[in-house]
């Protein structure tokens, strides 16, 4: 049972254009939300979050939009840079303080020259 | 740079071995967390610790016994691991204090079982 569904395995996008990563989840009582980055070789490293009372959350070019109805979070990035290449794992939190996360399958965003 | 580090970066075993996984994190944080993620898949917690004790255990089998000395360092202790244990062990930190704290990652140990 995937409580996180991340349903593109890849996205080709052409560099400056905006990337949009795709989250769909099932359990209505997660309460926050986080997009990892992941290249090889190294561990995961956070790069933007939403809790469940907000519907949007924004870090420079990295935008996070949560719709709750839909049980359905995205991660847009612009404009998009050839370093923004790697794996994006969307995790979503079960209880605060220490967190029980559940990730998504992952998506690998390639951004092409 | 991360903040977050694993030690050692690649090992080795035998199926019989005894051998111990390290992490040190040094941002204050009182949660620490043992991931697994074999290839291809995202990570899957493991265990929890909370201001030093434990907090969850997903169901781990007790080959794998985690250890958390201090707030800033978290063991894991392998012990008659079998072939399908071969994976990237992940630890993450985060702050207990308040709420919605991102759990910080280090950069995992490649264990082979051979």
């Known amino acids: 049972d995937q409580q996180v569904k991340q349903n593109s395995p890849s996205l080709s996008v052409q560099e400056g254009r905006i990337s949009i990563l795709n989250c769909d989840y099932t359990n209505s009582m997660f309460d926050y939300f986080l997009w990892y980055k992941k290249y090889p070789a190294e561990g995961p490293t956070f790069l933007i979050s939403?809790?469940?009372?907000?519907d949007k959350n924004e870090d420079g070019r990295f935008t996070v939009f949560l719709n709750k109805s839909a049980k359905h979070l995205s991660l847009h990035i612009v404009p998009s840079q050839p370093g923004d290449s790697a794996v994006y794992f969307c995790a979503a939190s079960l209880i605060q303080g220490a967190q029980k996360l559940v990730f998504g399958q992952g998506t690998r965003l390639t951004i092409n020259p | 740079d991360t903040e977050v580090t694993q030690t050692p970066k690649h090992l080795v075993m035998g199926m019989t071995n005894k051998k111990s996984l390290k992490c040190e994190q040094h941002m204050g944080h009182r949660a620490m967390y043992w991931y697994k993620q074999k290839a291809k898949k995202p990570p899957e917690l493991m265990f929890v610790y909370s201001y030093e004790k434990l907090s969850i255990n997903e169901s781990v089998p007790s080959r794998f016994s985690p250890e958390c000395p201090n707030s800033s360092l978290l063991n894991l202790h392998l012990h008659a691991l079998q072939p399908e244990d071969s994976a990237l062990y992940l630890c993450?930190?985060?702050?207990?204090?308040?709420?919605?704290?991102?759990?910080?990652f280090g950069d995992g140990t490649r264990l082979s079982i051979l």
């Open positions: 993450a930190s985060s702050q207990l204090n308040g709420i919605n704290q991102p759990q910080h």
């Open positions: 939403i809790s469940s009372i907000k």
